[in-house]
């Protein structure tokens, strides 16, 4: 049976006063909360079909329920009203807003002939596996790691190998010589980077991009860098584009995205900067093969629009992740010592450890039945996953509320009925 209330002692017990997290309260002006419920939202409306029960709390899948910005909306408005949506081509316009974005915050300068439109950073990865691998060719990824990749690897006939991050007590880094070593045993042609790191929350610091870049030029390995949630960075490290660490360009494809960003990921619209022209020729000779098209007309204009005008709106979305995370972490501190939340460097998705409360055979239950919430299971990134969940914090600070005061219930009870300390 759900526990969706809790008298007025175990709520005191559970969950931290926000007065103590010193949190700003005050009424976001940019950020706008919408019901996405009976919209065809994946997020919502499949909770029935994924998790067995439609009434959950949707705290899965990597996007929010914020409106995007509201000049993005204003964009969009005009494209309509505009009203022809015949074939077009990617503007110069949405190029340089990218550039800029890119040079403004990151000092990473792209070149317009670098970048290439795809209709997602996920059929990116598809395709440019299929182009620069042949099948059985092994690909190697850090786990546990977005599960698309390990799909990408697979459902195109590779060799799938995976090198587990270094977990200590919640805090993630990479074994190179593993790392190193593995690329040498299994002859790898391919890396999937995630940088920001999902789901693990880890920003890579400069230097161990360096070294990662070192290890793929010496052994001819060609690093896919999704930078996706670039610009979802909370903690101190600021992100380092891959593209501006030294290494050999034609080892190096980023793959990034407004849509993590400004919440449009149903509009299709992604990039690709690839800095080597004889991968940029190998690269076109592929997709041509499948006539991708030019794309969604009211995708170029919001993404255009996002990074010229949604920098404040952004600033706004960040301090909301982050009172989210520190209502989380200091809620479970007091009453859920067991769990083990990683550090939220980047990404809007807080990586918890609940293996020291419940076995990993007993999660589903525990978050369905007994949480009434909807999560990423740790599982689904790998098998250094196992026990682990995966909750979404670019949400309502109110859901972010009653989501904690479940689970803190829940475990709780579960303490109580199984004689845990």
């Known amino acids: 049976m759900k526990q969706t209330c809790m008298n007025q002692a175990c709520m005191k017990r559970a969950c931290v006063n926000l007065d103590q997290t010193k949190l700003d309260r005050q009424p976001s002006r940019l950020l706008e909360e919408v019901d996405r419920r009976n919209t065809n ?4 409306d499949e909770l029935g079909k994924r998790f067995g029960d439609p009434d959950l709390i949707a705290m899965w899948v990597a996007d929010m329920d914020f409106k995007a910005p509201r000049p993005v909306l204003d964009a ?10 015949g074939y077009l081509m990617p503007s110069p ?18 070149e317009p002939e670098w970048i290439r439109y795809t209709p997602g950073v996920v059929p990116a990865v598809y395709w440019l596996v299929n182009a620069l691998t042949e099948p059985g060719d092994a690909c190697i990824i850090l786990t546990p790691v977005y599960y698309p990749f390990h799909h990408a690897i697979r459902d195109t006939g590779r060799s799938l190998i995976c090198c587990d991050l270094v977990n200590e007590r919640g805090s993630y880094h990479m074994d190179f010589e593993k790392f190193e070593q ?14 920001p790191h999902n789901p693990v929350g880890r920003v890579w610091s400069r230097e161990e991009l360096e070294r990662l870049r070192a290890i793929c030029d010496l052994h001819g390995v060609t690093i896919l860098s999704d930078e996706i949630h670039q610009d979802i960075v909370t903690g101190e490290r600021r992100h380092t584009p891959t593209g501006l660490v030294a290494g050999d360009a034609r080892n190096l494809i980023t793959l990034t995205s407004a849509s993590k960003t400004f919440n449009l990921a149903s509009l299709e619209n992604s990039l690709l900067v690839i800095q080597d022209a004889e991968i940029r020729e190998k690269y076109d000779a592929f997709v041509r093969k499948y006539h991708p098209g ?4 009211l995708g170029f204009v919001a993404v255009e629009a996002a990074y010229r005008h949604g920098e404040q709106w952004l600033e706004e979305l960040l301090a909301e992740i982050r009172g ?4 989380i972490r200091e809620s479970f501190a007091i009453s859920l010592p067991e769990a083990v939340i990683s550090p939220l460097e980047g990404t809007y998705l807080l990586w918890i450890d609940l293996r020291a409360l419940l076995p990993e055979t007993a999660l589903t239950d ?26 979404n914090l670019a949400t309502p600070r109110h859901r972010v509320e009653e989501v904690t005061e479940r689970i803190l219930a829940a475990a709780d009870t579960l303490r109580k009925e199984t004689n845990m300390p």
């Open 93 to 110: 316009e949405w190029k340089n807003a990218f550039i800029h974005w890119e040079m403004t915050r990151y000092g990473y300068r792209v």
């Open 182 to 195: 593995d690329i040498i045993l299994n002859r790898v042609k391919l890396f999937i980077l995630c940088s």
């Open 294 to 297: 030019g794309g969604n007309a």
């Open 76 to 85: 969009m408005h005009a494209r309509v009203e505009h009203g022809a949506f």
């Open 324 to 327: 989210n995370e520190v209502l």
């Open 366 to 391: 525990f978050m369905v039945k007994s949480c009434g919430v909807a999560v990423d299971y740790g599982s689904w990134f790998g098998e250094s996953g196992k026990g682990f969940i995966r909750l």
């Open 41 to 44: 939202c994946l997020k919502w």
